[in-house]
């Protein structure tokens, strides 16, 4: 039912094929975040349109609400939801960081007190494991501990053993044959701590690899660095999967350093507050001088919302406060990341990227992909 195959490569960038049980999906890919399974402002019809290929949602936040149960007893993921393609879910140890003022972590797992009405609940691996079999995504992660960054050496050595440990009890805990476990590396921005725990993880036999811990805190120069290192740790017939990074540029960047899979919350969290990632370089639609502009939010784009939307009806929908705004701002800002990857993936084919990253880096945002000669 799974597969995963590098077809070409560019220098270490990588295009290539995971096929899941329920559709495959071309890598470089970007993974909308849908953490409540749904993509804020967007619905799978829109998703289709713009070409997402997988989506990703959250076990902590299921587990509250609605209930994994519930999810499980209406056909999972895919049937709940209507997203008919590939789903991930992260396993929870996320929050772990994000909601640390409410919560509680030792050996056994965390203990949250939710934020929606102040029960308390407990997380563990194999509870992790419980609800991602229940919410029945295609790839599933190991419950981790992802500290912030700047920490003490000690605290990131200590999440980054934590994680093997937990790695171990998430691999013992997960029955379903039909989902893919990734292991996630831990280890903040330190090569050695980086190295130990790429090396633990890899030996406990996962089908795919996450690099996790970054866009924590960190400088961008030791997110990259780290990256490269783990592109020499990490098993090449595997699929690579960086966790939570980040801009356009930061994808392309981290393709040319191995990686295959990307999440980030920045195109759809940017669309609601009003801003767009165009050819043009960054937009805030909110600025007056779009008052009176005719043109759509990035000339020469073919996505929907350019198709028929101007820069001056975006931003009067903004400033109003309509729904239609932060739909129409997110088709775009997903449409241009996918569109990114799909041009990223174009260039390594044709054995480009070079060409095509470099050309990205002097312009204000990415160009098309580079056509055969």
């Not at 039912?1 to 049980?21: E, I």
């Amino acid at each position: 039912m799974f597969s995963f195959a590098v077809d070409a490569r560019s220098g270490r960038a990588r295009a290539g094929r995971l096929v899941t049980p329920h559709g495959a999906v071309d890598t470089p890919a970007f993974m909308p975040v849908g953490t409540a399974g749904a993509v804020k402002a967007v619905t799978t019809r829109d998703l289709l349109e713009v070409g997402a290929q997988i989506v990703l949602a959250n076990t902590y936040h299921l587990m509250l609400r609605p209930g994994h149960e519930l999810v499980a007893e209406l056909g999972g993921l895919h049937g709940f939801t209507g997203w008919r393609g590939p789903w991930l879910t992260d396993s929870g140890g996320y929050q772990v960081m994000s909601l640390a003022g409410l919560r509680t972590l030792d050996e056994e797992g965390a203990t949250f007190r939710s934020h929606l009405d102040g029960t308390e609940h407990v997380l563990t691996p194999e509870r992790s494991m419980q609800v991602q079999m229940s919410l029945g995504a295609d790839v599933v992660m190991a419950f981790d501990e992802c500290p912030t960054l700047p920490a003490p050496r000690e605290a990131v050595a200590a999440a980054a053993d934590r994680t093997t440990r937990w790695a171990e009890r998430s691999r013992r805990a997960h029955r379903r044959s039909d989902q893919w476990l990734f292991g996630i590396v831990q280890g903040g921005v330190d090569a050695g701590l980086r190295e130990r725990s790429a090396r633990e993880i890899v030996s406990l036999g996962f089908p795919g690899h996450a690099i996790g811990g970054l866009a924590v805190g960190e400088a961008k120069p030791d997110t990259m660095r780290v990256v490269a290192q783990m592109d020499g740790l990490l098993p090449e017939e595997k699929p690579r999967y960086l966790m939570g990074v980040g801009t356009p540029e930061d994808l392309v960047e981290a393709v040319a350093r191995g990686v295959d899979l990307f999440d980030c919350v920045l195109p759809t969290r940017n669309a609601r507050n009003g801003q767009l990632f165009t050819r043009e370089g960054r937009l805030s639609i909110r600025n007056a001088r779009y008052r009176r502009d005719p043109r759509p939010p990035d000339p020469g784009c073919p996505c929907p919302a350019c198709a028929g939307a101007s820069r001056a009806y975006l931003r009067h929908l903004h400033l109003a406060r309509e729904m239609t705004a932060a739909t129409l701002m997110t088709v775009h800002n997903l449409f241009f990341y996918l569109d990114t990857l799909r041009n990223v993936r174009q260039s390594i084919l044709l054995g480009r990227f070079e060409e095509y990253r470099e050309e990205m880096l002097r312009a204000p945002s990415p160009p098309t992909s580079p056509r055969p000669r």
